[in-house]
């Protein structure tokens, strides 16, 4: 039998924030404006007040969400959709079992730090931590079947366009035989729910105004895509054959505090502020649908809540953002300009991305509520706090105008305006 090692009992050594490395980042991002703090505020006022009970979307009736206490498998916990989404749960009274494998792709120390971050918050009474492999089929097994798991919420694979084309037999193996793992196991022991991270790639180079759920995704341009994919026609089978009911999470380019250090907004971020070149592949004009991490857990959550014999939904922001955009507000938000090398566009990489949220939010009343500009000062103020690095003037005079404060409630997040004193700042007013 496996072993399974449950972590955590104690505390961990202090650990520090890892150094990027100093490989090439690409992004894109939308040429659609970025919607205002205004608009983003009266949405999620809207939504606090929104009654899905005679909700359909395309002939599916709406659920209201699911009460009571719930034991979660999040795998890939130890990651940044992952901690994110498990903080949320535990924050509301689920217990949590995480199960991350703490490979290498990038820093185990940050992933370490993701999980000492939770014990430290909530304790160890409702958080456990398993260091494994979800193809390995003994110790899935046992904890679903020791831990009495209720829903699951399957966060772990490997992730990256790029790596992807190069290494093609290790994203099958994580992405596509984890997943039909998960499945069976969660087949077999009945779980209420299984909620499980697709992504935007599988549009691949779709021409669509926005990218909607109901677009053919048959033509994926990488590896990993084409993983993601199959992962939704595995739970489509799995809840047909076995009424396990699947929901998949198309994740648009998902960023926020204590982001992956692989990815563009923390790499733009450091090697801005550090004076670093930074490299840009294609002319600016590529897009991407950036969207901060509170808005995604909370898309999330709300899928666990609800759970749907099989849906995929998109979550994004609805907006996107170009890559000259992008570059423009780190600028503002870190203080200097960019030392840029511009590149041909990369292998495998899509020119742009936006989703279409109109079914999360008919059918999860899910509504993202923070801007790019917003999320980007969270993500810089994040990184400054870490790295020992004074704020810009736009961060400080950006947090007094700051109009959302996560507050944990059952079925998703709400915010609310924040007030911040001029002490809080360390301004003189």
Known sequence: MSKVELRLEGTLAPITQP?????????????FSDDSDEELLARARKRRKFDQSTVTYNGVQALQPTKGRKTVLVTGGAGFIGSHTADHLLTRGDSVVVIDELNDYYSTTLKRANIAHNLTKHGPSNFKFVEGDICDEELVERIFKEEGITHVCHLAARAGVRPSIDDPQIYVHSNVRGTTNLLATAAKYKVQNFVFASSSSVYGGSKSTYFSESDAVDNPVSPYAATKKACELLAHTYSHLYDLPCTGLRFFTVYGERGRPDMAPFKFVDRITKGKEMLQFGDGSSSRDYTYISDIVDGTVRAI???????VFNLGKGSGTTLMEFISIVEEMVGKKAIKKILPDQPGDVPRTCASTEKAKALLGYEATVTFREGMRRTVKDYNARNGFKDSRAVLEGEKMAPYEADVKQGGMKRMPKIVSSAELGLCM
């Open 19 to 31: 150094q990027p490395n100093d490989d090439a980042v690409s992004v894109s991002s939308d040429s």
């Open 305 to 311: 809540d609800r759970p749907y014999k099989y849906q």
